[in-house]
């Protein structure tokens, strides 16, 4: 089946909300299947693909549609007022490699299908209602997250145009250009849309975590957004040798080093997790140099990302320097360096406690218990809140995590969460 023809079926089938949804995210699924789980690249062909079908179905059902200058889309119901003053809600379509099918793109279906009922039923709201849908949110493919969101607001610096893929090795530049992206344009580092036009920010998304699981509960209401202190990577240099003919005493090993701090990142964060601190610290990325690696062989330097993350600035700052001093101690105790990159910094967010009420009473008339929760993950909200806009954020019950192939959103949880969506964009506009 083709986009054409799909676009046809949805628009026949996208007011019986089950099965519009169901539709649109089996096309997505089919699309963007790699073999193990869905890869829609960012800047690349499949997600291009994903916003293509998107922009079909918006079409289709009359709403009007618009890009920026780094290729984020809009589709718009317009109101009452013009877009003076507008409701934004939106999400992403990238997803890492071989992850699942609802990252992000519940957060799009959940838009698209609000503003097509809205403009099914003739409702004309008071505020435009506008979603977007952002370019290149995971950090998977150039090491940063949110580049379409920091892009509309003009964040992207200078340097974040040299950014290499992590597949291809071509510049972040190379890459939106080859997307349509008008690069001279986001390089004067303005913001592509006022943010004093925008009334509210409101994002649908998949939890990342066990949460909503373990509480047997289909919606969660976000309170704040998880800061980072993020090195891309962390060299530790000691001195190669033979497995065989250098005594374990006078090594000078960079695996075990590097082990043995990342062994004392974790005690030290139980520690201050059991002190009432909020912390997680991860270590995605661990590697010797491919290009002389043995069996036999003393490594003399590894590689290492390090992702520090809570929800206090003071708790970020305070760990990294902590991590900072302590690789110094290990490396006097084993005769090794360890050279940091420049750290990502990515600051916690509190969303709008305006907007989170909104989204509780709703819940109550709905009958709709929905638990107030702290994501651990960084989103989209948080650039649009960091920017001074209201946001908020809803979460949908996801069971088996993200970011792998076996994210397991129920459809029924999906509904509940798009109605409370549906009914939060008409109380802000």
């Known amino acids: 089946m083709n986009v054409s023809e799909s676009s046809l079926m ?49 079409r289709s059902s009359g709403l009007a549609v618009e890009s920026d200058a780094a290729s984020n889309f809009f589709i718009s119901l317009p109101g009452t007022c ?6 934004l809600c939106g999400s992403h379509l990238d997803s890492v490699p071989h992850g699942g099918n609802y990252d992000g793109a519940a957060g799009v279906v959940a838009g698209l299908m609000c503003l ?49 893929h992590r597949l291809t090795g071509k510049s972040l530049s190379e890459s939106m250009s080859a997307a349509g992206v008008q690069i001279e344009k986001l390089l004067q580092a303005h913001p592509l849309i006022d943010p004093r036009q925008i009334a509210a920010y409101l994002e649908l998304h998949i939890e990342q975590g066990p949460v909503l699981i373990s509480k047997d509960k289909p919606v969660g209401i976000v309170s704040g957004i998880r800061g980072n202190r993020r090195h891309r990577r962390i060299v530790c240099k000691g001195e190669a040798g033979h497995s065989g003919a250098v005594p374990q005493c006078l090594r000078h090993d960079a695996v075990l080093a590097t082990a043995d701090l990342l062994v004392r990142l974790e005690r030290r964060s139980l520690e201050m997790l059991d002190l009432g601190y909020d912390l997680v610290v991860t270590s995605g990325i661990v590697n010797t140099n491919p290009d002389d690696q043995a069996i036999t062989r003393i490594a003399g330097e590894v590689t290492f990302s390090l992702d520090i993350r809570s929800q206090s600035k003071e708790t970020l700052d305070c760990f990294h320097s902590w991590v900072v001093e302590e ?3 290990v490396g006097i105790e084993r005769g090794v360096t360890f050279e940091f990159d420049a750290p990502d910094l990515f600051e916690p967010v509190l969303l709008d406690r305006g907007l989170i009420e909104t989204l509780r009473k709703l819940c109550e008339r709905f009958d709709l218990e929905a638990p107030v929760m702290a994501s651990g993950a960084g989103h989209d909200a948080a650039i649009f809140a960091n920017s001074g806009i209201p ?17 397991a959103m ?9 109605q409370l969506l549906y009914a939060a964009l008409l109380e802000v506009a």
């Open 10 to 58: 949805l628009q026949l089938s996208m007011f019986d909300t089950a099965a519009g949804a169901a539709f649109l995210f089996r096309e997505l699924a089919q699309m963007s299947y790699d073999g193990v789980g869905i890869t829609r690249e960012s800047y690349g062909s499949t997600e291009q693909a994903a916003i293509e079908l998107v922009k079909i179905v918006a």
């Open 327 to 329: 690789s110094k101690i």
């Open 82 to 87: 013009g877009d003076e003053s507008f409701v």
């Open 116 to 164: 097509c009922r809205m403009r099914h039923l003739g409702i004309v709201p008071r505020r435009t209602i506008k979603l977007v849908v952002l370019r290149a949110e995971e950090s998977a493919w150039f090491g940063k997250p949110c580049i379409g969101s920091s892009a509309l607001m003009g964040q992207l610096k200078k340097e974040d145009f040299d950014l290499k």
């Open 391 to 407: 946001s908020a954020m809803i979460f949908v019950r996801n069971e088996n995590g993200s970011h792998n192939p076996d994210e």
């Open 410 to 418: 129920e459809l029924d949880d999906f509904l509940r969460a798009t």
